[in-house]
């Protein structure tokens, strides 16, 4: 299946405005916090943002997106990591790869956030982290048509049965921790 795709700029993805509101060190620390995670998958990885701030602490980094330019972009930044072209429905890792499965502003992007979902959940072990924009109007981001609401995403969490679902409101974002 096709992903909708991210129809800006690499430059846009790395604006500084867009890099504060994403509180970045915040989100990757809450993404990590309990869990012993060594291996990440950064699905929709974009130029690397989130791959980058992972990799600095240590974690071994993989990156998926379905736009070539972009994964050149990722690569050099982290040269040494592993990024493929893939939509996120159609993950090629094996079950249970990564401890980690990383969707920021992926989810409101594709077709099919069910099976997005799903395949994030084959291949993840520890948890899954999705960072999406409120369900909101804003200056920023997608517009709200776009935008997946708290309860959406909750609800298709239950169709897929995770274990556990939370909800952190940030000050700018929504940080949803899923565990298989």
């Known amino acids: 299946m096709q992903d909708k795709q991210f129809s800006g700029t690499a430059d846009r ?18 993404s990590l916090e309990n869990k012993t995670i060594h291996t990440m998958l950064d699905v929709g990885t974009g130029t690397a943002v989130f791959a980058e701030a992972f990799a600095r602490l240590g974690l071994d980094v993989s990156g998926v997106d379905s ?15 592993d990024f493929q072209q893939a939509c996120a429905d ?22 099919d956030p069910i099976s997005v979902l799903t395949e994030a959940k084959r291949v993840a072990r520890e948890q899954i982290a999705i960072l999406e924009w409120p369900y909101c109007e804003e200056k920023q981001g997608p517009p709200l048509d776009h935008r997946l609401s708290a309860d959406q995403i909750e609800t298709f969490a239950k169709q897929i049965s995770f274990s556990t679902f939370e909800h952190i409101s940030l000050l700018h974002m929504d940080l949803y921790l899923l565990t298989p």
């Open 13 to 30: 993805l790395r604006s500084p405005e867009r890099i504060s509101l994403m509180e970045i060190a915040r989100v990757v620390a809450l």
């Open 67 to 81: 736009n070539p330019e972009f994964l050149e972009i990722a690569r050099s930044y982290l040269p040494i990591s």
């Open 90 to 111: 159609e993950l090629p890792f094996p079950d249970k790869h990564f401890d980690l499965v990383f969707l920021g502003h992926v989810l409101h992007e594709t077709v």
